[in-house]
């Protein structure tokens, strides 16, 4: 069964920094596309960023765009999320997930709907 152990989240001031850390258990991540996600209150779960399975491509989402830098480490087993210049609008509860769809193994959309497993999240919080 894929699992995954993310880390990572917490509270943080506005404009600080956090990295999220999501290592996979039972898997090995270099078969997968991988993303991050996120969910606030009363808000639809939305792409933040993702990476293609080569980790040659990668997106982001307007609103976390200059601010946030997705990477993918294979011999860790681990997906990364750097996350600076931090805003309230970006606290949510975190999740990575992997996919075998052909979209997210090229890295070229990064929709809930192409990736199968999933973390069980980590909360982010930006708030003086």
């Known amino acids: 069964q894929l699992q995954f152990v993310e880390s990572g989240g917490g509270l943080v001031q506005p404009g600080g920094s956090l990295r999220l850390s999501c290592a996979a258990s039972g898997f090995t991540l270099d078969k997968y596309g991988l993303g991050w996600f996120r969910q606030a209150p009363g808000k639809e779960r939305e792409g933040v960023s993702c990476?293609?399975?080569?980790?040659?491509?990668?997106n982001y989402a307007d609103s976390v765009k200059g601010r946030f830098t997705i990477s993918r480490d294979n011999a860790r087993n681990t997906v990364y999320l750097q996350m600076n210049s931090l805003k309230p609008e970006d606290t949510a509860i975190y999740y990575c997930a992997a996919g075998l769809h052909i979209i997210a193994l090229a890295g070229l959309r990064c929709s809930p709907v192409y990736f199968s497993s999933w973390g069980q999240g980590t909360q982010v919080t930006v708030s003086s």
């Open positions: 990476i293609s399975r080569d980790g040659g491509t990668t």
